[in-house]
């Protein structure tokens, strides 16, 4: 029996809902699986209840991201773009990125140790050679590089000034984020106004300072989150992630959120 026009346009419209509701539940099946794959060394890393109160920023990011969107922290101490390679651990992420999925690449800090051959690259060749596999293991897959500069120490001139420290390395990135057309968190350039922002005496309650130690490198909480919270302002700034995305940017985040867990045996 065939249908009129008319019975053909009503049968088209009543299914609409239907398509849309199956269409939005793909979509949303497919950001409830979207994984933010961190490679990076100790300022970005889990730490754990023998480090504490020490804490990586990597810690902290989940605060500022929606919930179903994972992330898999694979930062490890003392790193560096090149040693991260050779360890097999960007094997590691790429064995297991999907398409849709984001790797966020942060090197820097040790990389600029030229005393270790195992680490050690040079910024306007070595280091960007290694960023590039980064790049371009996370692109063959289907996934999203991020490029974001390394976060700034505590270091201060006698004036009170914030100092840089990471020499030609962030410029080394900026450029290499310019020529392969990649998404560029600027942590560098942030962190170092933040800090300056703070200045010298408050800064310390940021950093890692405890009884026995004055560490100007790495963070406890109160940094960890507001380093986080830098990262996720610019994920969704560069339009790697939608307002969707993150939630929380402008919210205090309890210190009582971090937590170390132990060591694996």
Known sequence: MSLSRRQVAVAAVG???????????????????????????????????????????????????????????????GRSSKSFVDEGRLDAILGVIKPGDVLLIQFAHNDEKAEDPTRYTEPWSTYQAHLRMYVEGARA???????????????????????????EYPAAMRAL??????????????????????????????FNWTASEQDNTHFNPPGAIAVARLVARELLRARVLGPGDVRRLEAEIPESWITWPEPAA
């Open 177 to 206: 984020a310019a020529e392969e057309r990649v998404a560029l968190l600027d942590v560098q350039a942030l962190s170092l106004a933040l800090w300056q922002e703070l200045g010298v005496e408050e800064t310390k309650r940021y």
């Open 141 to 167: 897959r289907g996934a999203r590089p991020v490029l974001a500069t390394a976060v700034e120490r505590r270091r201060f001139d006698a004036g009170g000034k914030a100092v840089p420290t990471h020499g």
């Open 15 to 77: 299914a609409l809902p239907l398509a849309l509701s199956v269409t939005g539940t793909a979509q949303a099946a497919g950001r409830r699986h979207r994984t933010l794959y961190i490679a990076g060394d100790s300022t970005a890393a889990q730490k754990y209840a023998n480090a504490a109160p020490e804490t990586g920023w990597g810690m902290a990011l989940p605060f500022f991201l929606r919930h179903g969107l994972t992330v898999a922290n694979h930062a490890v101490n």
